[in-house]
C-alpha cells in the first residue's frame, strides 16, 4: 500500500504565485499590485506594458494580484493595450485642455489610419498653434512629473449631479437609462472623467504623443500598434473627412448626437422616424452615385467597389444596380474571386500560410484581359473558381453590350494595380466603409472597427454557421489584411459611400448579446466578447421590424429583399 500523503492543518499564506507565459513564476506578499511585478522583471519586449491578462481576464496593472495566478502581460502592441494607451491619452488632453481653458468642451470624435483622434473643441473657435502648444506642453509636465490616474466608484446620482454641473449632457442623457446604480469615475489631477475601459496607473506611460492642428480641428496623434515607439507623421484624408462631415450633419439633421441621444429617441417613440431618415438618406445618396455614373456614361464603363469587411458591399452594390437600371443603364457584375490563381501559386504570408487576400492571389493579367475584351464587344468565356479543389475553371459565356456597365465588387478595388491596363477615364470608384460617428458621449468614441466586428459576428452566425468565438478569432487577421491592401488605397476613390446608420447598434445589440455571451470563459475571444458585451450594454435595444428589406443592416441580420437578386 502506497503511503497517505500528509494532510495538516495549515495557516494562510501570506504570498501569491505568479506564473508568467513563459513560464517564469515570481512570488510576492498577497495584494502587491500587478504594476509591482512588472516593474521588478524584464520581459524583453518591444513596446511598454500597459495591463495583462490575469486568469483570463484583462486587468489593469493596479490590479491587487491576491491569489496564485498566471499572467500574460499586455503592451501597445496589442490591441488591448494601445486602447488604453489611446484611452489614458484622451483623458490627459482632455484633462489638460479644460484646465487651461476652463469654458470650453473637447470633443473626441473619429480615428485617423496616421495614429490619432480628431478632435474639436464647443464653445469657441478652433484652438490655435500656440494653444494646442501650451496644452502638448501642459500634458508633457505632467508625464514627467508621473501623476498616478486613479479611479473611484461613485453613487450614480452623484455621477449625474457632477456632469450636470460641468455641463455635459452626452453624458447625461446616457446614464439617464443605465441599469447600475453606480459609475466608475477616473481621476487626475483633480479632474474626474468616465472613460469606457481601462487605464495606465499613471501619466508617465504616456510618452508617446503629438498635438497638431487638422482641418478646422486638431489630431492627437498616438503611435500605432505595429510602431508602438513612433509618431507618424499625418496625412490628409479629404475625401474621408468630408464623409465623416457628411455624417454628422445627417446626425444634426435627426437631432442624434451621440448614444444617450439614440436612447432618448427610443424612450419618446421616435425611433420609426430615425430608421426612416436614416434609410432615405441611404437612398438619396445612392441615387447620387448613380447619377453620377450615368451622366458619365459611355464614358464610364466599370464602376470598382471596395472596402473593408462588413461594410456592406454586397447590398450597396444591388442598389446601385437598382438606381443604375432606373437611369437606364445596364448592370453586368463580375465576381473578382473567380479570379484567383489555382492555389499552389497563391502566394504566403511571414507565417507561411496561403494568403488569399494579397492583390497577387489575383490571375491580374487574365483579368485585365476579360475586361478589355468584353468592353469591346467580344464574347468572353469567365472563368470560375472552385474553391473545394481550389483550381480554375471554366465558366459562363459572357458578352456586353455598349449600354452595359461592368460592377466588380472587391477589397482591391481602389488600388489602381488591379486595372493596370485599363485606361483610368474608363472607371469609376466606389470606397464603401461603415464610418460611425455615433459615439458614446463627447470623450468615448465608437469605434467604426467595433461596428464591423458586431455586423460581422451576427451575419456569421445568421449564414454561416460560426460562433462568435469563431468571429473574434479571425478578426485580427482579416484587419491586418485591411491595412495593407485597402484603407492606403481609400482616397483613390471617385466617391465614398458611408453604410453605417445612426441606429444600427441599437438594433445589432439583442442579435449579437447573446452570441457574445457563449464565447468560452479563459480564452482571448471571451475577453473580447465582454468588451463589446460592455459596451452594448449602454445601448437600449431596438426592435428590428421597422427596417425596410432592402436596407444595408439586413445583409446582416437576416430578411433582406436583395439577397437572391442579380443584375
Given at each position: 500500500?502506497?503511503?497517505?500523503?500528509?494532510?495538516?492543518?495549515?495557516?494562510?499564506?501570506?504570498?501569491?504565485?505568479?506564473?508568467?507565459?513563459?513560464?517564469?513564476?515570481?512570488?510576492?506578499?498577497?495584494?502587491?499590485?500587478?504594476?509591482?511585478?512588472?516593474?521588478?522583471?524584464?520581459?524583453?519586449?518591444?513596446?511598454?506594458?500597459?495591463?495583462?491578462?490575469?486568469?483570463?481576464?484583462?486587468?489593469?496593472?493596479?490590479?491587487?494580484?491576491?491569489?496564485?495566478?498566471?499572467?500574460?502581460?499586455?503592451?501597445?502592441?496589442?490591441?488591448?493595450?494601445?486602447?488604453?494607451?489611446?484611452?489614458?491619452?484622451?483623458?490627459?488632453?482632455?484633462?489638460?485642455?479644460?484646465?487651461?481653458?476652463?469654458?470650453?468642451?473637447?470633443?473626441?470624435?473619429?480615428?485617423?489610419?496616421?495614429?490619432?483622434?480628431?478632435?474639436?473643441?464647443?464653445?469657441?473657435?478652433?484652438?490655435?498653434?500656440?494653444?494646442?502648444?501650451?496644452?502638448?506642453?501642459?500634458?508633457?509636465?505632467?508625464?514627467?512629473?508621473?501623476?498616478?490616474?486613479?479611479?473611484?466608484?461613485?453613487?450614480?446620482?452623484?455621477?449625474?449631479?457632477?456632469?450636470?454641473?460641468?455641463?455635459?449632457?452626452?453624458?447625461?442623457?446616457?446614464?439617464?437609462?443605465?441599469?447600475?446604480?453606480?459609475?466608475?469615475?477616473?481621476?487626475?489631477?483633480?479632474?474626474?472623467?468616465?472613460?469606457?475601459?481601462?487605464?495606465?496607473?499613471?501619466?508617465?506611460?504616456?510618452?508617446?504623443?503629438?498635438?497638431?492642428?487638422?482641418?478646422?480641428?486638431?489630431?492627437?496623434?498616438?503611435?500605432?500598434?505595429?510602431?508602438?515607439?513612433?509618431?507618424?507623421?499625418?496625412?490628409?484624408?479629404?475625401?474621408?473627412?468630408?464623409?465623416?462631415?457628411?455624417?454628422?450633419?445627417?446626425?444634426?439633421?435627426?437631432?442624434?448626437?451621440?448614444?444617450?441621444?439614440?436612447?432618448?429617441?427610443?424612450?419618446?417613440?421616435?425611433?420609426?422616424?430615425?430608421?426612416?431618415?436614416?434609410?432615405?438618406?441611404?437612398?438619396?445618396?445612392?441615387?447620387?452615385?448613380?447619377?453620377?455614373?450615368?451622366?458619365?456614361?459611355?464614358?464610364?464603363?466599370?464602376?470598382?467597389?471596395?472596402?473593408?469587411?462588413?461594410?456592406?458591399?454586397?447590398?450597396?452594390?444591388?442598389?446601385?444596380?437598382?438606381?443604375?437600371?432606373?437611369?437606364?443603364?445596364?448592370?453586368?457584375?463580375?465576381?473578382?474571386?473567380?479570379?484567383?490563381?489555382?492555389?499552389?501559386?497563391?502566394?504566403?504570408?511571414?507565417?507561411?500560410?496561403?494568403?488569399?487576400?494579397?492583390?497577387?492571389?489575383?490571375?491580374?493579367?487574365?483579368?485585365?484581359?476579360?475586361?478589355?475584351?468584353?468592353?469591346?464587344?467580344?464574347?468572353?468565356?469567365?472563368?470560375?473558381?472552385?474553391?473545394?479543389?481550389?483550381?480554375?475553371?471554366?465558366?459562363?459565356?459572357?458578352?456586353?453590350?455598349?449600354?452595359?456597365?461592368?460592377?466588380?465588387?472587391?477589397?482591391?478595388?481602389?488600388?489602381?494595380?488591379?486595372?493596370?491596363?485599363?485606361?483610368?477615364?474608363?472607371?469609376?470608384?466606389?470606397?464603401?466603409?461603415?464610418?460611425?460617428?455615433?459615439?458614446?458621449?463627447?470623450?468615448?468614441?465608437?469605434?467604426?472597427?467595433?461596428?464591423?466586428?458586431?455586423?460581422?459576428?451576427?451575419?456569421?452566425?445568421?449564414?454561416?454557421?460560426?460562433?462568435?468565438?469563431?468571429?473574434?478569432?479571425?478578426?485580427?487577421?482579416?484587419?491586418?489584411?485591411?491595412?495593407?491592401?485597402?484603407?492606403?488605397?481609400?482616397?483613390?476613390?471617385?466617391?465614398?459611400?458611408?453604410?453605417?446608420?445612426?441606429?444600427?447598434?441599437?438594433?445589432?445589440?439583442?442579435?449579437?448579446?447573446?452570441l457574445l455571451l457563449q464565447a468560452k470563459p479563459r480564452t482571448p475571444e471571451h475577453i473580447e466578447a465582454k468588451r463589446l458585451l460592455s459596451f452594448l450594454e449602454w445601448f437600449v435595444p431596438a426592435t428590428p421590424d421597422l427596417i425596410p428589406d432592402n436596407s444595408i443592416l439586413r445583409e446582416f441580420i437576416g430578411g433582406s429583399i436583395l439577397r437572391d437578386f442579380?443584375?
Amino acid at each position: 500500500m502506497h503511503p497517505k500523503p500528509a494532510v495538516r492543518p495549515a495557516e494562510p499564506r501570506q504570498t501569491a504565485q505568479v506564473r508568467f507565459a513563459d513560464g517564469r513564476i515570481y512570488e510576492a506578499p498577497v495584494g502587491i499590485t500587478l504594476e509591482t511585478y512588472i516593474e521588478e522583471i524584464d520581459f524583453g519586449l518591444p513596446a511598454p506594458i500597459v495591463a495583462a491578462h490575469i486568469n483570463g481576464q484583462l486587468r489593469e496593472l493596479t490590479y491587487h494580484i491576491v491569489t496564485d495566478s498566471e499572467v500574460t502581460p499586455i503592451t501597445i502592441a496589442d490591441s488591448d493595450g494601445m486602447r488604453i494607451y489611446r484611452r489614458s491619452l484622451a483623458f490627459l488632453m482632455v484633462t489638460v485642455a479644460e484646465e487651461l481653458f476652463p469654458d470650453v468642451q473637447v470633443v473626441i470624435d473619429y480615428a485617423l489610419n496616421f495614429g490619432g483622434f480628431y478632435c474639436e473643441v464647443r464653445g469657441r473657435a478652433p484652438f490655435t498653434h500656440e494653444e494646442l502648444a501650451r496644452i502638448e506642453t501642459g500634458m508633457r509636465k505632467l508625464v514627467d512629473a508621473d501623476i498616478p490616474i486613479g479611479k473611484k466608484r461613485v453613487p450614480l446620482e452623484e455621477a449625474l449631479a457632477y456632469f450636470e454641473a460641468k455641463g455635459h449632457t452626452g453624458k447625461i442623457k446616457l446614464l439617464k437609462t443605465r441599469k447600475k446604480d453606480y459609475l466608475t469615475l477616473y481621476t487626475l489631477a483633480g479632474a474626474k472623467d468616465y472613460y469606457h475601459g481601462y487605464m495606465v496607473p499613471s501619466t508617465g506611460y504616456l510618452r508617446e504623443f503629438a498635438l497638431r492642428p487638422y482641418g478646422p480641428g486638431f489630431v492627437l496623434q498616438y503611435p500605432r500598434r505595429e510602431l508602438p515607439s513612433v509618431i507618424q507623421k499625418p496625412v490628409e484624408y479629404p475625401k474621408l473627412v468630408a464623409v465623416f462631415n457628411e455624417y454628422r450633419e445627417w446626425m444634426d439633421l435627426m437631432g442624434i448626437s451621440n448614444v444617450g441621444a439614440l436612447n432618448e429617441a427610443g424612450e419618446a417613440g421616435r425611433m420609426r422616424e430615425v430608421i426612416l431618415v436614416s434609410e432615405a438618406l441611404h437612398e438619396q445618396r445612392i441615387a447620387r452615385i448613380a447619377s453620377d455614373i450615368a451622366e458619365q456614361h459611355p464614358h464610364v464603363r466599370l464602376v470598382l467597389i471596395a472596402g473593408p469587411s462588413s461594410s456592406g458591399k454586397t447590398t450597396f452594390s444591388k442598389r446601385l444596380s437598382i438606381q443604375l437600371l432606373a437611369h437606364g443603364n445596364r448592370p453586368a457584375t463580375l465576381a473578382l474571386d473567380d479570379f484567383f490563381v489555382s492555389r499552389d501559386d497563391t502566394p504566403r504570408d511571414e507565417n507561411g500560410e496561403h494568403n488569399f487576400e494579397s492583390l497577387y492571389a489575383l490571375d491580374l493579367p487574365l483579368f485585365n484581359d476579360v475586361l478589355l475584351r468584353l468592353m469591346d464587344g467580344e464574347q468572353v468565356t469567365l472563368p470560375r473558381f472552385n474553391f473545394i479543389k481550389g483550381v480554375r475553371e471554366t465558366g459562363d459565356t459572357f458578352r456586353i453590350s455598349q449600354d452595359h456597365v461592368i460592377i466588380v465588387e472587391g477589397i482591391h478595388g481602389m488600388n489602381p494595380e488591379l486595372v493596370r491596363d485599363i485606361p483610368p477615364k474608363l472607371i469609376y470608384r466606389v470606397y464603401v466603409s461603415a464610418l460611425t460617428q455615433l459615439n458614446i458621449d463627447q470623450h468615448n468614441r465608437v469605434p467604426t472597427t467595433d461596428t464591423r466586428l458586431l455586423r460581422r459576428i451576427v451575419r456569421d452566425a445568421t449564414y454561416r454557421g460560426y460562433s462568435a468565438s469563431d468571429t473574434i478569432k479571425r478578426w485580427e487577421s482579416v484587419r491586418r489584411g485591411e491595412k495593407r491592401w485597402i484603407f492606403p488605397f481609400q482616397e483613390h476613390a471617385d466617391v465614398m459611400f458611408n453604410s453605417a446608420l445612426v441606429y444600427e447598434l441599437a438594433v445589432l445589440q439583442p442579435f449579437a448579446e447573446p452570441l457574445l455571451l457563449q464565447a468560452k470563459p479563459r480564452t482571448p475571444e471571451h475577453i473580447e466578447a465582454k468588451r463589446l458585451l460592455s459596451f452594448l450594454e449602454w445601448f437600449v435595444p431596438a426592435t428590428p421590424d421597422l427596417i425596410p428589406d432592402n436596407s444595408i443592416l439586413r445583409e446582416f441580420i437576416g430578411g433582406s429583399i436583395l439577397r437572391d437578386f442579380l443584375p
